[in-house]
């Protein structure tokens, strides 16, 4: 039986998901956070195609969470824009803007991605 709290991030999202859509100019920024990990994708939801993605799994430095936030908000914005991505719509995925998404975004902006 889900919890509270899942069904109020799945009630977040699906409103989200009905106002945001990612074109192939401006695709979605789409943020996944576990326990242990941080994920983001960026997607074209028009060719329904992950353009590229980056995990905190990837990465062996050991730091908070929080600066594993800033670290792959930064790494995916450089294979953005090496892919040739510089503007994107942030899905915060349900999840409130605080801490750990809130670290990823700003990282993605210092790293030079637009949103």
Do not use: W
């Not at 941080?38 to 995990?55: E, M, R």
């Not at 294979?79 to 998404?101: M, P, Q, W």
């Amino acid at each position: 039986m889900a919890t509270k709290k899942e069904l109020r991030r799945s009630r977040i999202k699906r409103g989200i998901r009905g106002r945001i859509k990612g074109t192939p100019v401006k695709p979605r920024l789409s943020v996944f956070r576990s326990n242990k990990a941080i994920y983001a994708q960026i997607i074209d939801d028009v060719a329904g195609k992950t353009l590229v993605s980056s995990s905190s799994r990837s990465i062996t430095e050991k730091v908070c969470k929080v600066e594993l936030s800033v670290i792959v908000g930064k790494e995916i914005a450089q294979k953005a824009i090496s892919s040739g991505i510089t503007e994107v719509v942030f899905d915060r995925n349900g999840y409130l803007y605080h801490g750990r998404i809130k670290s990823l975004a700003e990282g993605a902006r210092e790293g030079g991605l637009k949103f």
